[in-house]
């Protein structure tokens, strides 16, 4: 049974920060990660998709990476800033393209001022 | 296309009602998922569709829970004689299904319905 595990569970930076979060899964056997944004209360955003013979893909601030051997994914945010405040969330789905995705916990972030 | 349309938006019932959610996906989207979230926990995967085709249901989905995609367009998932464990927000999500490349797999999702048994 694949497990997602997201460290760490709550994170406070400063605006302007560098900051990276991580995601680690226990079957290898992916066929992509997929990085989300969920702010209180609200469904989900996609930010990044990344396949699994992909070793990281780029949005704007945001750099995703996979290390699918070793079963982790980290997520970079440059220059944080307050509106980044979130809890993100990734997600895998299983190799094959199998139907659904298996979530972590989540890692709040709060961007201050 | 304004994205995947969930209503209603939040739901207040007694314990015992039944309660039906709509998922509007986004257009020409074959797949659709609900999935359900506790509060401080993520998604789980509560069951899919491939077009009008219901094809996996998670062991989550007990028999008070029924899903239904008529006509493989919106869908709809009911909750018969609801309890107070019930209580979560319900999620649904779509992605293409078809296409060329890889990113046919890319889940969007909506808003959500928040649920509240009392």
């Known amino acids: 049974k694949q497990e997602v595990t997201q460290i760490p569970a709550a994170l406070s930076v400063p605006e302007g920060e560098n900051l990276v979060l991580n995601c680690s899964f226990t079957?290898?056997?992916?066929?992509?990660l997929q990085w989300f944004r969920q702010d209180p209360g609200k469904g989900l955003t996609s930010l990044l998709l990344i396949q699994s013979s992909q070793r990281e893909q780029t949005s704007g601030r945001l750099n995703a990476s996979l290390d699918k051997s070793s079963g982790r994914s980290t997520l970079y945010i440059a220059a944080s800033q307050p509106g980044d405040s979130a809890t993100y969330l990734c997600a895998v789905r299983p190799g094959g393209g199998g139907n659904k995705l298996t979530f972590g916990t989540g890692t709040q972030l709060k961007v201050e001022l | 296309d304004t994205g995947v349309s969930q209503n209603p938006r939040h739901k207040i019932t007694k314990r015992g009602q039944n309660v039906t959610f709509r998922c509007d996906p986004i257009s020409e989207h074959n797949r659709l998922y609900w999935y359900r979230q506790t509060l401080g926990q993520g998604p789980e995967f509560l069951t899919y569709?491939?077009?009008?085709?219901?094809?996996?249901k998670s062991r989550l989905l007990s028999d008070r829970f029924s899903a239904e995609r008529p006509k493989g367009s919106f869908s709809t998932l009911e909750i018969q004689r609801t309890e107070q464990g019930d209580s979560a927000m319900y999620l649904c999500a779509s992605s293409p299904g078809t296409g060329g490349g890889r990113r046919n797999t890319e889940a969007f999702f909506g808003q959500g319905t928040r649920l509240t048994v009392v």
């Open positions: 569709f491939q077009n009008e085709a219901q094809l996996e």
């Open positions: 079957d290898s056997a992916i066929y992509n």
